[in-house]
């Protein structure tokens, strides 16, 4: 497990995103999704704190397991991916244009999140041991 600092932050926020394309269209096959995985490896790059540590595909969804800062909102950090990947599978596969004719974007308009946190044992251990901790006295072991 991976904790990261921020300012006065320490923190460990995982997140499942799922993104649907729009009309459920069946777009994704293993080129496609080798692209995908490219083009979210730049999102990084141009995002430093916003990490894809996981990607994967079925015809007509994407999952990513993904890590974004407090300071960021899950929503933004939704709309950068989907704009960033949107306009660059369009751009590299013209077909789309054909699939969504009269349309921007290939993304729904929602999506499903939810987060991937550490387990509640350890945070009850946590809290119980915490003034311990604090005075040297005991060591957490996550």
């Not at 995002?47 to 999952?63: G, L, R």
């Not at 013209?94 to 009269?102: D, E, F, K, M, N």
Request: hydrophobic share 35%; net charge positive; charged share 25%.
């Amino acid at each position: 497990m991976e904790f990261r600092k921020q300012g006065h932050c320490l923190y460990h926020t995982q997140y499942h995103l799922v993104l649907t394309t729009k009309y459920r269209r069946k777009i994704f096959n293993e080129g496609i999704m080798e692209y995908l995985r490219d083009i979210l490896k730049r999102v990084s790059e141009h995002y430093p704190e916003v990490t894809i540590e996981k990607a994967n595909a079925d015809q007509d969804h994407v999952h990513l397991l993904m890590t974004i800062p407090p300071k960021i909102a899950v929503s933004q950090a939704v709309r950068i991916i989907k704009s960033n990947t949107a306009k660059a599978l369009r751009d590299k596969f013209p077909h789309l244009a054909t699939v969504y004719w009269g349309v921007a974007g290939i993304w729904s308009e929602g999506y499903f999140v939810s987060t991937v946190g550490i387990n509640e044992d350890i945070i009850r251990k946590y809290i119980e041991h915490q003034g311990k901790e604090d005075s040297g006295q005991a060591k957490l072991v996550i």
